[in-house]
Nanobody
Framework: QVQLVESGGGLVQAGGSLRLSCAAS????????WGWYRQAPGKQRELVAA???????NYADSVTGRFTISRDSAKNKVYLEMNSLKPEDTAVYYC??????????WGQGTQVTVSS
């Protein structure tokens, strides 16, 4: 089992920055891909950024150049640095740990609200 707890969300003005953290515990050695997802009201949950065990990163087109995903193995944390925030970035952000296609762990989410 893996437990994930997100933090760092909040209210920020457009153009501002936030850093989200995902604290992981449990059998984290089994995680192959770490990801950040978001879900806005009335919309489907979508991938924002992901990082593999080997350090490969990929980003949604809408956040490329503004968001950065990183991982601190020593602290068992995954981060999402968000810059140049836009109102359309408003959503609940979730941390996800993937073992296999069929085995995934999710955090409870953290709200990010960007005001115009």
């Amino acid at each position: 089992q893996v437990q994930l707890v997100e933090s760092g969300g909040g209210l920020v003005q457009a153009g501002g920055s936030l850093r989200l953290s995902c604290a992981a515990s449990g059998s984290i050695f089994a995680i192959n891909v770490w990801g950040w997802y978001r879900q806005a009201p009335g919309k489907q949950r979508e991938l924002v950024a992901a990082i593999t065990r080997g350090g490969y990163r990929n980003y949604a087109d809408s956040v490329t150049g503004r968001f950065t995903i990183s991982r601190d193995s020593a602290k068992n944390k995954v981060y999402l640095e968000m810059n140049s925030l836009k109102p359309e970035d408003t959503a609940v952000y979730y941390c996800k740990g993937t073992v296999t296609v069929d085995v995934n762990y999710w955090g409870q989410g953290t709200q990010v609200t960007v005001s115009s």
